[in-house]
């Protein structure tokens, strides 16, 4: 895959380079999430939101590394701020390219509904903490989804936890049968968070401090909640009556655990 990679990415280059515009484009090199694992993709640990973030171009100095938190977004401040543009207002977004930068002292992500399967995750990570809040708690982690569960990685943890073999870390972060509604990790030293400070009385203080910013966050946003019943079912529409029993039985479930107030 790196190799691959890296001839496409050289492909790319070249063409630039022919054209005569290498000098004068400004390259971003990313992905849209982190390694597709069973805390990865989809899931707001460094797994899911570590992703690679290259540039290219007028004013980036070759070989220089950075450990600014950015975040998606800011990318389009910087194609904005590479066309001579400015940045609306609105924007949450920052130009990193710029003189007048300013870093952030915190970054923050969101998870909703992937495909048929409900979830709604909210982070908030500063440079030695991240915070997750979970607002299904009663759910387990690995939700059924048939996308994910279509991954071999995926099937080998399920196989193991159903003959009782799995390890037993493993077992109580993929498999208990619920989740705490905080989870609060050193991640600069907890390098898988797998130590949940929430209900630490020594980081209370820090708890409280990430609690209230991501509330303030998510009052700045205008984040939308959770979603309605008649837009899950609406949007289900496509997935019925197309051969694929499997996620119809996990949107039945879905709606089940809705009922129930899971």
């Known amino acids: 895959a790196v190799r691959f990679t890296d001839e496409t990415v050289g492909k790319v280059i070249a063409r630039l380079e022919s054209e005569g515009i290498l000098e004068n484009t400004l390259i971003i090199f990313m992905t849209d999430h982190g390694i597709s694992h069973a805390r990865g993709k989809q899931f707001l640990y460094n797994e899911g939101t570590h992703i690679p973030f290259v540039v290219r171009g007028p004013g980036v100095a070759k070989g220089a590394v950075r450990d600014d938190l950015i975040e998606h977004i800011d990318m389009t401040a910087m194609t904005l701020g590479a066309a001579g543009l400015p940045i609306p207002a609105a924007m949450q977004a920052r130009n990193v390219l710029a003189a007048t930068y300013q870093p952030r002292d915190a970054v923050f992500a969101a998870r909703d509904r992937c495909d048929e399967t409900v979830e709604r995750l909210r982070s908030v990570r500063t440079d030695r903490y991240l915070y997750i ?118 949107i039945a479930l879905m709606k089940q655990w809705a009922k129930e107030g899971k």
Not at 165 to 193: C, G, H, M
Not at 222 to 244: A, C, I, Q, T, W
């Open 133 to 250: 809040r979970n607002f299904y708690p009663q759910r387990p982690h690995l939700q059924p989804n048939a996308y994910k569960d279509g991954k071999s990685i995926v099937q080998a943890l399920r196989s193991l936890h159903e003959s009782g073999t799995l390890e037993p870390l493993s077992e109580k972060l993929l498999f208990a049968p619920t989740r705490p509604e905080e989870e609060l990790y050193e991640w600069v030293t907890d390098r898988w968070q797998v130590t949940n400070l929430a209900g630490d009385p020594a980081h209370a203080e820090t708890l409280k401090t990430l609690r209230d910013r991501l509330d303030r966050w998510m009052k700045e946003t205008n984040d939308h909640g959770p979603e309605s019943e008649s837009r899950y079912d609406s949007d289900m529409k496509v997935y019925l009556g197309k051969g694929n029993p499997e996620v119809e039985k996990n």
